[in-house]
């Protein structure tokens, strides 16, 4: 939960909220999806790379801290990585929302439309 405060509060350097509401949603959502997705993300580079696991856990004892503290210093920084996804895609949609605001449903579903028809014909 600390890395995903983390996450959220490194991230206001690059969309910075634009009122109380938005920053507190924004950051609820990057702990919830840092705690969830973080321990996933964790464990599919455990099973891919685990010599980064074994080498930290070595250093950590080399200097005389236990072994897990080795295994925080790898694990923080993922499951902190890990919580910015939902902050940018929350502040992308904040934004996209905030410009469509005097439109009603059925013209935001258009735009959106519109977006998909130019992304297909771009590939």
């Known amino acids: 939960m600390l890395a995903g405060s983390a996450a ?19 950051i609820t959502c990057a702990i919830a999806m840092s705690s969830t997705a973080g321990p996933l993300v964790i464990v ?3 099973s891919c790379w685990p010599e980064l696991f074994a080498s930290a856990r070595t250093i950590s004892m080399l ?9 925080l210093y790898v694990s923080a920084p993922l499951m902190a990585v890990s919580g910015l996804p939902a902050w940018w895609l929350l502040g992308g949609l904040v934004r996209w ?21 130019d992304m297909r014909g771009g590939l």
Do not use: S
């Open 8 to 26: 959220a509060a490194l991230t206001f350097l690059f969309m910075w909220p634009h009122t109380r509401r938005e920053a507190f949603v924004r």
């Open 44 to 46: 599919a580079i455990h």
């Open 63 to 71: 200097l005389g801290a236990p072994e897990e503290v080795g295994v």
């Open 97 to 117: 929302l905030d410009k469509r605001k005097d439109k009603d449903i059925g013209e935001m579903a258009h735009d959106v439309a519109e977006v998909v028809k």
